[in-house]
């Protein structure tokens, strides 16, 4: 079965610095996906960031990296020059992606919450 | 905006009744995933269906029931509602069912009060 862990229930980051949102996963397939979603007070999840399991490269979109450690199961969400509207719950996910019965479905951690302070 | 909506966005209702909540997917995806997210079991996987067909159940009570038409909108029917059932319910969808890289984009969720 997949597990996925965030053990930081809440980060605090000054304003325009760098932060580190910690993942570790747990599964027995080969071939799987690793998310990160952002969910504001609103409620809304919004899709930051995708890394593959055979992806050499770490993944980057904008501000957002994910720093992918695969020996260590580690898939950790870096937010460069932080801003005020990036204060959220962030949620790690993982989903196998060769087939199977658990293929397609996301399994989430239980997020870390993100205050930017001014 | 991801392009998925869901209706409707606030519902409070007795236990006992029954609801219907309605999710219309990104145009061009397939695949649709419901979710429900509580405080004590976090945000959990329901159902998934692709293209009208059942493709993957999670920890979906027999209570709750759900499909897709042939348009490709959804709809999860809960009944015999539970003050436990409270929750924000999510619907995604995604363009094919599964495979590599192939994003979930989040409508954004029915929240469903049971009294």
């Known amino acids: 079965a997949q597990k996925i862990t965030q053990t930081q229930p809440g980060m605090f980051v000054q304003e325009k610095e760098a932060v580190t949102l910690d993942c570790t996963y747990d599964?027995?397939?080969?071939?799987?996906?690793l998310f990160w979603y952002k969910q504001p007070s609103s409620g809304e999840m919004i899709f930051l960031i995708y890394?593959?399991?055979?992806?050499?490269q770490n993944a980057t979109e904008g501000r957002y990296s994910l720093n992918f450690q695969k020996a260590r199961k580690s898939a950790n969400l870096v937010i460069s020059a932080s801003q005020l509207g990036d204060s959220a719950m962030y949620f790690c996910?993982?989903?196998?992606?060769?087939?199977?019965?658990?293929?397609?479905?996301?399994?989430f951690g239980q997020g870390t919450i993100l205050t930017v302070h001014p | 905006d991801s392009g998925v909506t869901q209706t409707p966005k606030h519902l409070i209702t007795a236990t006992g009744q029954r609801v219907t909540l309605r999710c219309s997917p990104r145009?061009?995806?397939?695949?649709v995933y419901w979710y429900q997210q509580s405080l004590d079991q976090g945000l959990q996987f329901l159902i998934q269906?692709?293209?009208?067909?059942?493709?993957a159940k999670g920890n979906i009570l027999e209570r709750f029931s759900a499909q897709q038409f042939p348009d490709l909108h959804s709809e999860l029917n809960l009944s015999s509602l539970e003050l436990g059932d409270s929750a924000l319910y999510f619907c995604?969808?995604?363009?094919?069912?599964?495979?590599?890289?192939?994003?979930?984009?989040f409508g954004p969720g029915t929240r469903l009060t049971v009294l």
């Open positions: 995604a969808s995604s363009v094919e069912a599964g495979g590599v890289a192939d994003t979930q984009y």
């Open positions: 599964t027995s397939d080969q071939s799987y996906g």
């Open positions: 890394q593959g399991s055979y992806d050499e």
């Open positions: 996910a993982m989903r196998e992606e060769a087939g199977g019965t658990s293929y397609g479905k996301l399994t």
């Open positions: 145009s061009g995806d397939l695949s």
């Open positions: 269906y692709y293209n009208g067909e059942e493709r």
